[in-house]
């Protein structure tokens, strides 16, 4: 793969693309900057043979143009704390301060530009923004894996103007290792199991997965959309009318090539969507009218977990119940713990961002898995079998 560790940065500024798009609270402090640290290698490999960093990132989502709210500003101190220089900041992330700031650079240096996203051709993938720029460095590292399947100008249409002096950076190389680990070189059995709201959203990822899983665990809203198909009473719980024949089909799949898919046995049904709700736990394909589906029950957790102890490799995408709600976050926490678990044992377990990242940060079982994902979006596109544009850009 083409990595930093192919080159040596002495005396070149490295346009190093970043996803700092990390949360901040009303003080617009950072409160969880797991994005900015996942990147500091990669920072550090450039600094450490003596070049200089422009730094490229968006944060939120700023359709109305500048606001506090998502400068890149807000970041300076504290990438400055945590790579030990102070970093420089150009209000525009083009024009004159921009392009002096960055030919000002001297070794070690770092420079961070402000929101991309306050460009519209940067979502567009603009090539003349793009163009603009790349001449503010001489050597572009992709490190960007939460934007890597956007064709955004800084992702990928960038690439083109470094036709032979770009590559990844550690935490691309890393996110793409781990992803192929499971998708193109497993240890059997190969377990996904996959959660979270709609079958709609997932409906790719798992057509994808029956070509290389043998065992798949749905959980999570999801589930009652197959259960529903099958023939069960499902009450109110959340339903996707039109993916009932979807559903079949993947069942139907899934018998045809022998991948053994589990659905929960059991489930803890509410009468409201609260944790004031009055619960009770009946089989899943038996929840009475009026009662909704929001955590998987014992039964399921029981049974998820023979799975999950059998498997040598885990893909893990999507929460097993509305785990937001501590009354429904059970079966989330024991399928986090249970996956830390056989991690210990040698199992290989990928956890997929988004949400499932989220439940793995907040019962702090990070440092227990093999790998949690920083890219949502991208890690779903990428076991779907899509080709991601930032990964396809530093290929070609
Ligand atoms: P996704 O973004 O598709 O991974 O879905 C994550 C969301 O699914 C979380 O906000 C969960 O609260 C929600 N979710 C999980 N299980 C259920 C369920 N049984 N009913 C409704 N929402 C659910």
Same mark, same amino acid.
């Given at each position: ?8 940065f002495?005396g ?49 989502r ?20 945590l ?9 525009d992330?083009?024009?004159?301060? #921009?392009?002096?700031? =960055?030919?000002?650079? &001297?070794?070690?240096?770092? /420079?961070? +530009?402000?929101? @991309? ?24 590292v ?11 100008a ?6 083109q ?9 550690y935490?691309m ?10 998708l ?24 994808n997965l029956?070509k ?17 198909a099958?023939?069960? #009473?499902?009450?109110? =719980?959340?339903?996707? &009318?039109?993916?009932?024949? /979807?559903a +079949?089909g993947? @069942? ?9 898919i ?22 899943s ?35 097993m ?32 961002g ?39 850009a530093?290929?070609?």
């Amino acid at each position: 793969m083409n990595t930093i560790d192919h080159y040596n940065f002495a005396g070149q500024r490295v346009l190093v693309r970043v996803d700092f798009n990390v949360p901040l609270d009303e003080n617009l402090s950072i409160t969880d900057d797991s994005r900015i640290t996942a990147a500091l290698p990669t920072l550090k490999k450039i600094r450490d043979d003596g070049g200089s960093i422009v730094l490229l990132s968006h944060l939120g989502r700023p359709k109305n143009g500048p606001s506090p709210k998502t400068s890149l500003s807000n970041l300076v101190s504290h990438i400055s704390t945590l790579l030990g220089v102070d970093v420089r900041f150009a209000d525009d992330c083009i024009g004159t301060m #921009a392009t002096e700031l =960055s030919a000002s650079l &001297k070794s070690g240096e770092v /420079l961070l +530009l402000e929101n @991309l996203r306050y460009y519209k051709e940067e979502e567009n993938g603009d090539h003349d923004f793009a163009e603009t720029l790349s001449k503010l460095g001489d050597f572009y590292v992709n490190d960007a894996f939460g934007t890597a399947h956007r064709a955004h100008a800084s992702t990928a249409i960038i690439a083109q103007f470094f036709p032979s002096s770009k590559c990844f950076g550690y935490l691309m190389a890393k996110e793409i290792n781990n992803a192929d680990l499971v998708l193109n070189n497993p240890k059997r059995p190969l377990t996904a199991i996959v959660g979270g709201a709609k079958i709609s959203d997932k409906i790719v990822i798992i057509e994808n997965l029956l070509k290389v899983a043998n065992h798949i665990i749905i959980g999570g809203g999801m589930s009652y959309t197959f259960i529903k198909a099958k023939g069960g #009473a499902v009450g109110n =719980s959340l339903l996707e &009318k039109d993916m009932l024949d /979807l559903a +079949l089909g993947i @069942l139907d799949q899934a018998a045809q090539k022998g991948v053994k898919i589990h659905l929960p046995i059991d489930s803890i049904v509410a009468d409201e969507f609260s944790n004031n709700a009055q619960t009770l736990t009946c089989l899943s394909h038996e929840i009475p009218d009026g009662w909704m589906g929001l955590d998987i029950g014992e039964q399921a957790i029981a049974s998820f977990k023979t799975v999950i102890n059998l498997s040598q490799t885990i893909l893990w995408n999507g929460p097993m119940g509305v785990f937001e709600l501590d009354k429904f976050s059970n079966g989330t926490r024991e399928m986090a713990f249970a996956l830390a678990s056989v991690t210990n044992n040698g199992t290989f377990t990928l956890i997929g961002g988004g949400d499932s990242a989220a439940a793995i940060h907040q019962y702090k079982l990070e440092d227990k898995v093999s790998y949690v994902s920083t890219g949502g979006g991208a890690l779903l596109e990428y076991f779907e079998g899509k080709v991601l544009p930032g990964i396809s850009a530093i290929i070609s």
